[in-house]
């Protein structure tokens, strides 16, 4: 059984940093992508950010430059560093992994419970 524990939320003021970390464990084979996706109060869940497998990282717009997503392979732990954090960007944060290709967001099999992150002004 594949799990993902999401960890590293909170709170923080404007412009403060915070990194998220996913432990995945379980599964018996590779992922093609795994990624980060938040949801805010009364949105729809959004992609963040994005790692596939032998391609670079991927970032929605609205983080690019601020948000920087890393895998630790050897020990299979995804994170989410978040610089110069803004209130929109409080929401529930979501790691999520595909097993096969990741175009869209019904790809991504499997999720974690969420971290919650708020950011005040």
């Known amino acids: 059984q594949v799990d993902l524990v999401d960890s590293g939320g909170g709170s923080v003021e404007v412009g403060g940093s915070l990194r998220l970390s996913c432990a995945a464990s379980g599964a018996s084979f590779e992922f093609d992508c795994m990624g980060w996706f938040r949801q805010a109060a009364g949105k729809e869940r959004e992609w963040v950010a994005q790692?596939?497998?032998?391609?670079?990282?991927r970032y929605a717009d609205s983080v690019k430059g601020r948000f920087t997503i890393s895998k630790d392979n050897a020990n299979n732990i995804l994170k989410l560093q978040m610089n110069s954090l803004m209130p929109e960007d409080s929401a529930i944060y979501y790691c999520a992994a595909a097993r096969w290709g990741c175009r869209s967001l019904e790809d991504y099999n499997y999720w974690g419970q969420g971290t919650q992150v708020t950011v005040s002004s």
């Open positions: 790692i596939v497998r032998d391609r670079g990282p």
